[in-house]
């Protein structure tokens, strides 16, 4: 139990921290809505209830649904749970409805596939007492249905969601004839408003804000205000990491309009760029604007340089011959440079270069600080690829016969010098006649290359790894206009 456990768990401790009442144990959903159908962290739900309509106004707040007396009760849909091959999981799922029989449940470890539970469940509703005097209208008992998919680690920590409909059963009136309490009242269209204030602080994997005072470590906390006519909406918040959703939570039930504080407790699963949503829904069904990026904040969350640890080199270069010596350049040059037995490791530049094209944040160890690289264009992120090449030539060549490789190491051949001496090299004559080849050529070119070469290679052909667009998955060598939420944009020059 590896990956999908810890993600349920950080699913289950982000909604408990939104104030709504619900426990760190999982992620509970009530659904308004008498059908529908919901995913959480590879489970999925589906659900329909027949025989009832959904709750007057008046009931809303503490019903999903009313239903007449004696009426009978259809639940039916589905429970299921897909995970990757390698890992397991204590898996458990049920479905039940007040008045029937028998619920249904399925409860195995399992491991990677997929597991679907269908249910289909009948109840009749109970009668109103012969002798009962209840007013028509009122609220004489209640019934409720539900279905749950959850997986649990040896630990205890679960994860998945839970849809349970609570129906008031309503004296002297038909549920779905329109009459009494079912009888909606004129409907409100003013969605409801959410705010979320940018979060300026650097999350570090550990404590540093001894050394900087701009970071923070985790547990961090999110804040944020809605507000509604009605006075109460559900939350529904998410984390996505390159445009992908990684983490989420939904508030189990309508919650009061206000302040809320929302918690991430550990480091999230991706490898950035982090921003984070917020959207609201009120009981008439309105949804806040631009729903599920109504109110988004970027955060400047770190990560590890070993995520990125894919050295020097590139397949991204142009085609052509010159653009087979850009990638034999590129790749023989590696990950550390050699002055004559004194040797330069570029490799953490090198790693250091490619996350930061991915706008990640991070600490660059050369240069000794925290970068969030979203805000950094690909200029500023080659020109800081250069300096730190330069970094480590100084901190490498410290030896009275290396320091005489430094003006070198630090500068060289730009990429224009290192071609035309490499074409002229490999076709100059040796001493039996035969042209030098391309092997020597590059062997004689060592000792003229420098930070200024690595820096020329990735201003050429390096724009295709660069990512102008922080909320789309994967990487947009293209700009692609504004995004949403705003500021995903990088600039590719």
Same mark, same amino acid.
């Given at each position: 139990?590896?990956?999908?456990?810890?993600?349920?768990?950080?699913?289950?401790?982000?909604?408990?921290?939104?104030? !709504?009442?619900?426990?760190? $144990?999982?992620?509970?959903?009530?659904?308004?809505?008498?059908?529908?159908?919901?995913?959480?962290?590879?489970?999925? =739900?589906?659900?329909?209830? $027949?025989?009832?309509?959904?709750?007057?106004?008046? =009931?809303?707040?503490?019903?999903?649904?009313?239903?007449?007396?004696?009426?009978?009760?259809?639940?039916?849909?589905?429970?299921?749970?897909?995970?990757?091959?390698?890992?397991?999981?204590?898996?458990?799922?049920?479905?039940?409805? $007040?008045?029937?029989?028998?619920?249904? +449940?399925?409860?195995?470890?399992?491991?990677?596939?997929?597991?679907?539970?269908?249910?289909?469940?009948?109840?009749?509703?109970?009668?109103?007492?012969?002798?009962?005097?209840?007013?028509?209208? +009122?609220?004489?008992?209640?019934?409720?249905?539900?279905? *749950?998919?959850?997986?649990?680690?040896?630990?205890?920590? #679960?994860?998945?969601?839970?849809?349970?409909?609570?129906?008031?059963?309503?004296?002297?009136?038909?549920?779905? !004839?329109?009459?009494?309490?079912?009888?909606?009242?004129?409907?409100?269209?003013?969605?409801?408003?959410?705010?979320?204030?940018?979060?300026?602080?650097?999350?570090?994997?550990?404590?540093?804000?001894?050394?900087?005072?701009?970071?923070?470590?985790?547990?961090?906390?999110?804040?944020?205000?809605?507000?509604?006519?009605?006075?109460?909406?559900?939350?529904?918040?998410? %984390?996505?990491?390159?445009?992908?959703?990684?983490?989420?939570?939904?508030?189990?039930?309508?919650?009061?309009?206000?302040?809320?504080?929302?918690?991430?407790?550990?480091?999230?699963?991706?490898?950035?760029?982090?921003?984070? #949503?917020?959207?609201?829904?009120?009981?008439?069904?309105?949804?806040?604007?631009?729903?599920?990026?109504?109110?988004?904040?970027? %955060?400047? %969350?770190?990560?590890?340089?070993?995520?990125?640890?894919?050295?020097?080199? +590139?397949?991204?270069?142009?085609?052509?011959?010159?653009?087979?010596?850009?990638?034999?350049?590129?790749?023989?040059?590696?990950?550390?440079? *050699?002055?004559?037995?004194?040797?330069?490791?570029?490799?953490?530049?090198?790693?250091?270069?490619?996350?930061?094209?991915?706008?990640?944040?991070?600490?660059?160890?050369?240069?000794?600080?925290?970068?969030?690289?979203?805000?950094?264009?690909?200029?500023?992120?080659?020109?800081?690829?250069?300096?730190?090449?330069?970094?480590?030539?100084?901190?490498?060549?410290?030896?009275?016969?290396?320091?005489?490789? %430094?003006? !070198? #190491?630090?500068?060289?051949?730009?990429?224009?010098?290192?071609?035309?001496?490499?074409?002229?090299?490999?076709?100059?004559?040796?001493?039996?006649?035969?042209?030098?080849?391309?092997?020597?050529?590059?062997?004689?070119?060592?000792?003229?290359?420098?930070?200024?070469?690595?820096?020329?290679?990735?201003?050429?052909?390096?724009?295709?790894?660069?990512?102008?667009?922080?909320?789309?998955?994967?990487?947009?060598?293209?700009? !692609?206009?504004?995004?949403?939420?705003?500021?995903?944009?990088?600039?590719?020059?």
């Amino acid at each position: 139990m590896k990956r999908l456990i810890a993600a349920a768990a950080v699913s289950a401790a982000l909604l408990a921290s939104m104030g !709504t009442g619900t426990s760190a $144990s999982g992620a509970v959903r009530a659904g308004t809505a008498l059908s529908g159908s919901t995913e959480l962290d590879g489970h999925t =739900l589906t659900w329909a209830l $027949s025989g009832a309509v959904a709750a007057p106004a008046d =009931l809303a707040e503490s019903y999903d649904g009313a239903v007449a007396p004696g009426a009978s009760l259809a639940f039916s849909g589905s429970a299921a749970f897909t995970m990757a091959e390698g890992f397991v999981t204590n898996l458990g799922q049920s479905a039940s409805l $007040s008045g029937a029989a028998d619920g249904v +449940s399925f409860s195995q470890r399992v491991g990677g596939g997929t597991y679907t539970m269908p249910y289909s469940l009948t109840a009749k509703v109970p009668k109103a007492a012969a002798d009962s005097t209840a007013e028509p209208g +009122s609220v004489i008992g209640s019934v409720s249905a539900s279905v *749950s998919s959850r997986n649990c680690n040896d630990y205890g920590v #679960c994860g998945g969601p839970t849809v349970t409909i609570n129906l008031a059963v309503i004296a002297g009136a038909g549920a779905g !004839t329109g009459t009494g309490p079912t009888t909606p009242k004129p409907n409100d269209t003013e969605p409801p408003t959410v705010n979320v204030p940018a979060y300026s602080k650097i999350v570090t994997l550990g404590n540093q804000k001894a050394r900087f005072p701009e970071t923070t470590t985790y547990p961090i906390k999110i804040p944020f205000t809605v507000a509604d006519d009605s006075g109460k909406v559900k939350l529904h918040a998410r %984390l996505y990491s390159n445009g992908n959703p990684v983490s989420g939570a939904d508030s189990p039930r309508f919650a009061a309009t206000g302040k809320y504080v929302y918690k991430i407790s550990s480091p999230p699963d991706g490898k950035g760029p982090y921003y984070w #949503c917020i959207w609201a829904e009120d009981k008439a069904g309105n949804t806040s604007v631009n729903a599920p990026k109504s109110a988004c904040t970027w %955060l400047s %969350l770190q990560v590890p340089v070993s995520k990125w640890s894919n050295g020097c080199g +590139s397949d991204g270069v142009a085609e052509g011959w010159l653009g087979q010596i850009a990638l034999w350049a590129q790749n023989f040059i590696g990950d550390a440079r *050699s002055y004559h037995g004194h040797q330069v490791q570029v490799r953490n530049a090198c790693n250091v270069h490619d996350a930061a094209y991915a706008g990640v944040t991070l600490y660059d160890a050369i240069a000794g600080r925290f970068i969030d690289f979203r805000t950094w264009n690909r200029a500023q992120i080659d020109q800081l690829f250069f300096e730190d090449i330069q970094r480590r030539c100084a901190k490498d060549l410290t030896s009275a016969e290396g320091r005489q490789w %430094l003006p !070198t #190491c630090q500068a060289g051949f730009t990429l224009a010098q290192a071609e035309e001496y490499f074409m002229q090299t490999s076709t100059q004559l040796g001493a039996d006649g035969e042209p030098l080849g391309a092997t020597l050529a590059w062997v004689l070119l060592q000792d003229k290359v420098g930070a200024q070469l690595y820096l020329d290679l990735v201003r050429k052909h390096g724009a295709v790894g660069f990512d102008t667009d922080a909320t789309a998955k994967d990487t947009q060598p293209s700009p !692609t206009g504004p995004t949403n939420p705003p500021g995903g944009e990088r600039n590719n020059a």
